[in-house]
Each structure stands twice: as structure tokens, then as C-alpha cells.
């Protein structure tokens, strides 16, 4: 153990020692640019996987010296303190970039890596995380069968397989959003002001052109409801704004007079 930790120090200094002297050569964008990749390397230690495939006999393991540590670096990447949390996760991530008998390295390091990338708070996050990056794997699949079609219906089929699995992609970015937000709705709050006798109007409001006098007249004479005929039961309807109450006070002291 004491080895292979001192190996991996060593190895650590001589790519400081050449990135050291490639910020030296090179110029200030490269240098920015360098310099933002250290940062983040300090502030994200690399969390990978080794595995091993000898026959039916496959072994994954924590690809850092000291294997608590590694460990720890994948459950932090996780947003979990559970063992079995841990044990199933990367059962089913190598599950998902198994071919044959063999499991992929390189995929499997790459789907750990978008998990971290997203950065999941626990472990509801954490799962999401992994189906996103199992859908853009099998996404980008499909897109390399679409550039490789040889006739119309691979092409319709690969086309169709290609739009459900973005449009799921986009859909899990949604539901991430939402979790991490708590759903929260928008309100905007306006104040209207309303006079008496008028009538509040939410939206966009378009005023008509002042009529003339004669269009003016004309439009109420159309309002007026027509005289009631004598063979009928409807009674026309008055005015609002024009009906004069009678007081039966008045009515009576003309009555006396």
C-alpha cells in the first residue's frame, strides 16, 4: 500500500512539474484557461472506477490508493451515506455499459462522471442523475444509427427512437428543475385601480376610434328596445342611468290636491 501510494505521489508531482512549465510557454488565454482547469481539479477530486473482466469474473474498484477514500469520493458524488444505496447504483450503472460479459470502463467512468457533473443533493437527485445519463448515452447511440441508415425505414425508426429520447432528456432537466425548486409558481401582483361603476380589464386592451355625432346617434337609437306590442307579454327593459323612481309620497300629496 505504502508503494503504491508513494508511486501515485510521484506521478501526481511530474504532472504538476509539466503543467508548471507549460504555464510558463504559453500565452495568457492558454494560461487562463489552465489555470481554471487546476481549480476546478483542486476543488472536484477525479472519481473513477477500475475494472477488471477475467472471464465471467468481473471486479470493479475504487480507482484511488487509498480505497476508503475512493470510496468516500463516489458516495459524496452519489449525495449518499448508504452502503446499499452505493452496492446498487453501481451494480446497475455497470449493468448499463455491460457488453457481453465484459463491462466498459471508459462508460462506465463517463456516466459516474455526468452523475457528479449534475451535482445531486441526495438520492432521489442522484438516480435522476443516472437515468439522465443513460438516456443521453442511448441518444447519441441512435444518432450514430441515423448517420449510418441505409434505407427509409431504418431511417424512420431511428428518427422516431432519436426524438423520444431527447425529448425525455429535456423532460428529466424539467422534472430536476422543478425538485430542486419545490415547485414553486410565479406570482405576479398588479394594482388596478378601478372607479366606481367601472370595470377592471386584465390584458391587452384596444380603444376604437371616437365615432362622429351622427354614428353616435345612430348606435343609440339601435340600442333602444322597440315599444312593447299589445299581443305580446314582453315588457321593454329601461335604460340604465335614464330610470326615474316615482315616490309614492309625491303620488299620494297630488292625489289630495
Known amino acids: 500500500m505504502a508503494a503504491r501510494q508513494t508511486k501515485q505521489h510521484n506521478k501526481e508531482k511530474a504532472l504538476r512539474e509539466v503543467k508548471e512549465e507549460a504555464l510558463r510557454e504559453v500565452a495568457a488565454a492558454e494560461r487562463a484557461a489552465i489555470e481554471k482547469y487546476l481549480a476546478r481539479l483542486k476543488a472536484k477530486p477525479l472519481v473513477r472506477f477500475k475494472v477488471s473482466n477475467n472471464g465471467g469474473d468481473r471486479q470493479i474498484r475504487f480507482d484511488h490508493p487509498d480505497k476508503v477514500v475512493g470510496q468516500a469520493l463516489v458516495m459524496d458524488a452519489l449525495a449518499s451515506a448508504d452502503g446499499d444505496f452505493l452496492n446498487g447504483m453501481v451494480s446497475q450503472l455497470a449493468n448499463a455499459n455491460s457488453h457481453g460479459q465484459d463491462i466498459d470502463e471508459r462508460g462506465l467512468n463517463f456516466m459516474l462522471s455526468v452523475i457528479k457533473g449534475i451535482e445531486p443533493r ?11 445519463a443513460a438516456v443521453h448515452v442511448a441518444s447519441m447511440t441512435l444518432a450514430r444509427r441515423l448517420a449510418n441508415v441505409e434505407d427509409i425505414p431504418q431511417q424512420d425508426s431511428a428518427e422516431r427512437a432519436f ?19 419545490g415547485a414553486e409558481q410565479k406570482v405576479t401582483l398588479q394594482h388596478v ?5 367601472g370595470q377592471a380589464i386584465v390584458g391587452n386592451v384596444t380603444q376604437a376610434p371616437r365615432k362622429n355625432g351622427q354614428e353616435q346617434a345612430a348606435q343609440e337609437k339601435a340600442a333602444t328596445p322597440p315599444p312593447a306590442r299589445p299581443d305580446t307579454n314582453v315588457v321593454p327593459m329601461p335604460t340604465m342611468g335614464k330610470r326615474k323612481e316615482h315616490d309614492p309620497l309625491s303620488v299620494r300629496r297630488k292625489s289630495t290636491k
Request: hydrophobic fraction near 45%.
Open 163 to 181: 426524438n423520444k429520447l431527447t425529448r425525455t432528456f429535456a423532460m428529466q432537466m424539467e422534472a430536476l428543475k422543478r425538485y430542486r425548486t
Open 193 to 197: 385601480s378601478v372607479a366606481e361603476g
Open 122 to 132: 441526495d438520492q432521489l437527485e442522484a438516480m435522476l442523475a443516472a437515468q439522465m
